[in-house]
């Protein structure tokens, strides 16, 4: 892998510029060594303002552009990364705390580039409706009319993305947000935003027009903060945790912002009586310790018939014991560390919280002895619906387990949750999967499987957020509807 330069200054990207930070840099730690790894710009509020100013005024000639000219800036972008990002694996897989697997293959490979692939297909977004027969009115004659449902950009976007897969989740954003006609501004998470300032070198060698791509980065609140509150952006397409989403919608409520928020989640996976035990426990635990349980789709409250709870204990148990806790560079390694000292310690609390109230530790809940902000894959079982670590969102490797005595007990589990992102259900035959797929208040479902449709539209019910990416809807969600009438 290549080394990494520690001393490197990076810069803002403002109107095409590489703009020094006016707030100075702050420390990137590498989440395995603990040791500082990079300096990150600190923007200041003005600059957010002047990042946003920035998208504005590129707005006009970039949404001027035919889809088919944008759509080819995003080919080229994609060409360029499918050259230069293999160089980012050592620098993001270090800034993440990212396996090298995952760094090579899911941080800075695979999907992220996918994204901008997939946009860069010119898609038609307008429709054509029947003409509608109308008889006289004041406002005109009898007869046809027709009309058009059109798409336009939205304008502005700030896509203010979260810290466990930081180039995916920009490209998420920024590839359909482009394609659609806007101009953006990206916030990376304060955690491991480097990748995203090689993106934007990337953006500038596939010769994206100034202004079209803005980055600040910053360790605290206040200059996404100042993009939620600028009349210069018109969206946030916001993907972080439910308070912060919340906290958004109100910070963007006075200037009636453009909303797309994929939050939290609390992923529930329902077994039946008759499951295979494991093919659902081989699913939960390929999702368990994947990048520290950092994921926003786990399966992580297993709702499973008592019939079958004992032997689902135990194999998940044997499945946590394959885990291999340790050094991320190593090939073998399963789990590596999580983000922060503050993030272990909060993942530990909520074990803690758990044992408290009366859950059984079936494995895990030790801190690792090892030098990084690692947490072992923790099964709590016996728990009940109301204990916080079976409510809330730990984000790390937790897994917790409640019986249920037939479908309907089930479902009413499953349902107890603000959340509502991606949920499982695990049956004998699919029909009976179906069925109680379509009973679970979650936006997305697996049925007998964990593998996504990445062209399905994507995001939650509840708390865990509004609106949808990905597919045809991803792009939709970056535009306003328009419709235009006319006398057939
Ligand atoms: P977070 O909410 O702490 O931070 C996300 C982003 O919000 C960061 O860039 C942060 O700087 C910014 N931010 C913080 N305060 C802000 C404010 N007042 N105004 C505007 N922006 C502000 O999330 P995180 O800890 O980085 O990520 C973990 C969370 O993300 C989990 O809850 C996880 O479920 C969620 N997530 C959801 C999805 C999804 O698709 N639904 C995907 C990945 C992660």
Redesign the pocket.
Known sequence: MASIDKDREWRLLIAGEWVEPDAGTYEIIDPHTTQVMGHAPEASVAQAEAAASAARQASTAWKGLSRGERCAHLARLADVLETESPAWVSLVRAETGATAKIAATLQVGGPFIDRFRYYSRPINLDEALPPLPQGKTGLGPAGLVSAMVHRQPVGVVAA??????PLT?VAGKIAPALAAGNTVVI?????DPLGILMLGEAVKNAGLPDGVVNIIT?S??E???A??ASRDVDM?S????????T??MR?GAPTMKRLLM????KGALVMTEDADVNAACQAIASVWGFHSG????APTRVICHRSIYDKTVETLKMFAGFMKVGDPTADDTIVGPV?TEA?RDRVEGFIESGVAAGATLVCGGQRPDLPGYFVAPTLLADCTPDMHVVRE?A?GPVVVIMPHDGDDEAVALANQSDYG?FSYVYAGDMKRAYAIGKRLESGNVGLNSIQPHMEAP???FKM??IGR?RGKWGIEAYTEIQSLSWMA
């Open positions: 203010i993305t979260p810290y466990n897969f989740n916030k990376p998470a304060p955690q910053g605290g609140p200059a996404p903060a993009l939620v946030i916001f993907t972080g945790s439910s308070p912060v989403g906290q958004i910070d994929e939050l939290g989640g950092q994921i926003c789709t983000i993030h969102e984000f992102l994507f995001g939650g865990s957020g990416d």
